[in-house]
């Protein structure tokens, strides 16, 4: 009982971490976000915040992890409603999951933080679809091109369309966002895995 006690104390301290330096990045840029200016808004001394994290790239990245475990939660819930390409990789979830948080992710872009936020992004997208993948190719043919190939040029394609679409003032919906992405990136990512679209000639 007394380490479940801990366990939500130290959650509940790094929720109030994360939420700090996100208030922060709304109000001016990632780049000139201390260390204290987070502190003070979280209302925790500075031991506490080095118990938990190295600095404050070290807290953004924890924040992907939970946004990561949303979107795993997503998935799973529109699981059985997915088709074709997006049922593969569920690009229509990580969408629609950037507009709902578009405010942070575009003032992290404007705010100095784009290469942290692009090169955590590749790497969660990256884990996120060769964990899906993996696990629909587990017993299928041998691939023409290497699954590091495959996810890794995914991965680039879907955050660079992410980006560009948070920088365009996302004239388009999430919806449109992803039948783009789906129609330009899957044909051939299709036959590289040896699956047929169902949707496609």
């Known amino acids: 009982m007394a380490a479940e006690k801990t366990d939500r104390r130290i959650q509940r301290t790094q929720q109030q971490l994360q939420a700090a330096l996100v208030s922060l990045i709304l ?3 990632y780049d000139k976000i201390t260390v204290q200016e987070i502190i003070d808004r979280a ?3 500075r031991s506490t915040f080095y118990a938990h994290f190295q600095d404050k790239e070290d807290l953004l990245v924890s924040g992907f992890v939970s946004w990561e475990q949303e979107l795993h939660q997503q998935f799973h819930t529109h699981a059985h409603d997915a088709e074709g390409a997006d049922h593969l990789l569920h690009s229509l979830t990580f969408f629609r999951h950037a507009y709902e948080h578009r405010d942070l992710y575009r003032a992290m872009i404007e705010g100095g933080g784009s290469d942290v936020l692009v090169a955590v992004g590749r790497q969660h997208m990256s884990a996120s679809i060769k964990a899906h ?3 629909i190719l587990a017993d299928g043919p041998q691939l023409t091109i290497p699954l590091p190939v495959i ?3 995914l991965a680039g394609g879907l955050l660079s369309l992410l980006m ?3 920088n365009s003032d996302m004239s388009y919906t999430p919806e449109q966002m992803n039948e783009m ?3 330009l990136a899957m044909p ?3 036959q590289a895995l040896g ?3 169902e949707n496609g000639p």
């Open 43 to 45: 209302n925790v001394g």
């Open 164 to 166: 560009w679409w948070l």
């Open 195 to 197: 699956i047929h679209d």
């Open 151 to 153: 996810t890794h040029f």
């Open 27 to 29: 109000e001016k840029r």
């Open 133 to 135: 993948l993996d696990t």
């Open 188 to 190: 051939g990512v299709l």
């Open 181 to 183: 992405f789906c129609q």
